[in-house]
């Protein structure tokens, strides 16, 4: 009984989802709000969906994992910050935001998935530090490109973006207030969720198209694609565009929620919480789907939401930042030690 369980749910799901639910025993046995937690898990979760299911055509095409992740949410940071220089708000600077991140996030990912097609086997290390240098690249650029917006740039100076841009009078938490509404205390963020499952409903149409489904076999069998006459090259480049799109729309998603918009180094290591959501959730460096992703997602953030409070309440003193970040690099280690390799070169 119990190895049936273990082969349909996978070892990763069941000990991390049995450590949740043990801490949220926990919590409860020691006074914890229990629906405060559960509504910063849901919370969350749809924050960091897209993100982690940006890795999911990175995986079906054949690059592995994209840890050049951060090149997308540059995409996504770009496109809010020229939004807000338009002088955009609401639903009209949010959505323009979305079509100059995607577009430029898109534009971006067939140049890397070029780069990578270079570079086959060695996807995962290059993708890292392609990210990297990219990240560095920009720290540059907000520095010396021409915004004049007062509420982006430095006071002292006047040029320059801010390294925190507050999103509260344009298009903050605008997703999460739209038809929110409480259970038993849970806050349920709808707006969020929806964006969350739309853009996974239409990814999953994706896949059942004739492209999706070429991509997908040029990831998981590369001779055999091209014996079937799969352009494996190109495939590679198309998922490394959708990913790297996903990656703009998922940061700006993100944001939104957050409040804030974060620039220079912020986007730096966001690619390993994605990456360690997707895996954890079942996928590995050669096959992934959207439920990977969004189960994934859902155990890696409320183990996070979860653990701070909970190990407050135990140990006592203000320790949240070293639980924080030894459980959120624990489980990043522990899910890359889930999967091998780093892409299907020749």
Known sequence: MFSRVLNTVGLPRLTVGGFVVALFVLGGMKGLPLHN????????FA?????????????QCGIGPNFGLPIGL?????????????????????FVAMIIGGGLGTLLGIGFGLFLNKVKGQEMMVGTYAGFAAVSLMCILWLVLPFRNPELIWVLGGKGLRLTISLKDAF????????????GGVEIPTGLIGVVFGLTAAYKLFEMTKVGIAMDLAGQNERFARAAGVNCEQMRIIGTAISTALGAVGIIVYAQSYGFIQLYTAPLLMAFPAVASVLIGGATPLSASVSNALVGTLLFQSLLATTVPVAQSVVGGDISEIVRLIVSNGMVLYALTRGHGGGNGE
Do not use: C, Q, Y
């Open 37 to 44: 937690l559960l509504s910063n898990s849901i919370s969350r």
């Open 47 to 59: 924050m960091n969906a897209v993100m982690a299911l940006a890795m999911v055509p990175a995986v």
């Open 74 to 94: 540059l995409a996504g940071l770009t496109g809010m910050v020229s939004a807000l220089e338009l002088g955009l708000r609401g639903f009209d600077g949010l």
């Open 172 to 183: 903050g938490h605008l997703f999460d207030k739209l038809w929110r509404f409480k259970i």
